[in-house]
């Protein structure tokens, strides 16, 4: 009887666990065939221009040494890092009164000794180190993958998503920040996203206002708050700024920066009078300068250059030109786009004074404003160009010489599986929104013909093979 209890308590148990809903980790989604090859419609236009611009593909793990990735990012990157457990028994190791005490910093070294890529810059920095030998400089890459960040799921933000870099290392021209521009440019322009602004800023002249107000020893504390100005608005800056230590009449002495106004050349105006006895401060807008006036030489299609003086991008590694897109006028959506100068990160690796300069487009959000403003084209969806209906056996073999034959001329084409009953069959066609079917019966094999129906318009004609390739060809 005691086995028989036992047994039937395992049985409850295993069907009650079976019959929970399965669910995915939050921040992460499922992509159905359509959302799939409408990524792949942006990924195919990012991947167009990196190849015109020169850059060459490259791809890194999924994981990282949490050596390699640590340390690069600030405090609150580190903090948004997943951690990958050590395998096997990963507790066996651990010092038991680092355990016993739940001390963190200590005891994550040694049950996680790999983590999952917070971004693909630092990967990529890693990747030019170990194989320097074997790349030409300057090396021009383009990488698009997935990586992950332990952050607060919300609209356009996920804990899982897919970015498209495109750096180049080995160079410190800042004709490359003018390419990186143009490369914007023409990818929101074929994307039909007009009216994107580039925004731009430099490091050196965040440096130059950290020593203007005489907080140039808590350069990333400043950077890090002042980045969040767009999003939490000056008064909580301001407070963020206190909290790390710096006074109150430093902080006062960033209202010109907070309210500066004005186009890109009469903000560079200000803060050149701003920062005039800044050395690094006016190095920061020297250069800002000389890439406006590329800027202006040679134009921008659809896109807008913007100075905006309080983008600071708050990961440590940037030194020079920083870089964010923001989505036309009217789609509330954070940045779909953003990168900046590097110029030693090969240095944390032991390659020094290798300077880099790099953009990511944000593919997840570049889908939800594309999906907002309705500009996916109406050829962006899954599935096939027609369906064959199934009349059954003889039908079937003279429907499939056709499907072979448009394959061939490059129309996707399919039979429907099984002789079911026709209203099945066109149902299944609705739901799967394939515009064309194609009705190949006794009448069509024997005047050797098919009958095309439009299922949008509802409208079908009898036409012979190839009129109905000229059809589909421009499906």
């Given at each position: 009887m005691k086995r028989y209890l036992k047994e039937l308590s395992i049985f409850v148990a295993f069907n009650?666990?079976?019959?929970?809903?399965?669910?995915?980790?939050?921040?992460?989604?499922?992509f159905s065939p359509v959302e799939v090859q409408r990524r792949q419609y942006i990924m195919n236009i990012i991947r167009t221009h990196f190849e015109l611009y020169g850059f060459m593909?490259?791809?890194?793990?999924?994981?990282?040494?949490?050596s390699t990735l640590m340390g690069k990012y600030g405090d609150e990157g580190d903090r948004l890092i997943f951690k990958v457990l050590n395998n096997g028994s990963y507790l066996k190791k651990v010092d038991a009164d680092a355990l016993t005490s739940k001390n963190e910093s200590a005891v994550t070294p040694q049950i996680s000794e790999r983590a999952l890529r917070y971004d693909l810059t630092v990967p990529f920095a890693r990747y030019v180190v170990q194989h320097q030998n074997d790349i030409a400089?300057?090396?021009k890459r383009y990488q698009m993958q997935n990586v992950w960040r332990a952050d607060r799921p919300q609209k356009g933000r996920f804990r899982e998503f897919t970015q498209c870099d495109a750096d180049v290392v080995g160079s410190d021209s800042l004709l490359q920040e003018v390419e990186l521009i143009k490369l914007y440019d023409a990818v929101f322009t074929d994307l039909k996203l007009t009216g994107c602004t580039i925004k731009i800023n430099n490091r050196k002249i965040l440096a130059g206002i950290a020593e203007m107000i005489g907080a140039q020893d808590q350069l990333i504390d400043f950077t890090v708050a002042l980045d969040k100005l767009d999003k939490i608005g000056a008064d909580k800056?301001?407070?963020?700024?206190?909290d790390k230590g710096i006074t109150a009449s430093a902080i006062e002495l960033l209202d010109p920066v907070f309210s500066l106004d004005g186009d890109f050349t009469s903000k560079l105006e200000v803060m050149k009078t701003l920062l005039k006895d800044s050395a690094i401060g006016l190095k920061g807008i020297e250069e800002l300068t000389t890439i406006s006036n590329w800027i202006k030489k040679n134009g921008l299609k659809t896109a807008v250059l913007d100075l905006?003086?309080?983008l600071a991008r708050g990961l440590n590694y940037y030194t020079g030109c920083i870089f964010e897109v923001a989505a036309p006028d009217g789609v509330q959506m954070g940045s779909i786009g953003g990168g900046g100068r590097y110029d030693d990160l090969t240095g944390i690796f032991g390659l020094k004074d290798v300077s880099g300069v790099g953009i990511s487009f944000g593919l997840d959000r570049i889908y939800l404003v594309i999906e907002e403003l309705n500009l996916f084209p109406d050829s962006v969806r899954a599935g096939v160009d027609v369906l064959f209906i199934n009349f059954g056996e003889v039908e079937s073999e003279y429907a499939m010489d056709a499907v072979f034959r448009f394959r061939e001329s490059g129309i996707k084409?399919?039979?429907y599986p099984d002789n079911s009953k026709m209203n099945k069959q066109m149902k299944y066609a609705d739901k799967n929104a394939i515009p064309y079917v194609i009705l190949a019966g006794e009448n069509e094999i024997k005047s050797g013909q098919l009958t095309l129906k439009n299922m949008k318009e509802g409208t079908q004609k009898e036409m012979n093979i190839a009129a109905v390739q000229e059809v589909l060809k421009s499906v």
């Open positions: 009650f666990i079976m019959a929970q809903k399965p669910s995915i980790p939050k921040g992460t989604r499922d593909p490259i791809e890194t793990p999924s994981f990282e040494n949490s400089f300057p090396f800056v301001k407070q963020e700024m206190l905006d003086i309080t084409a399919e039979l």
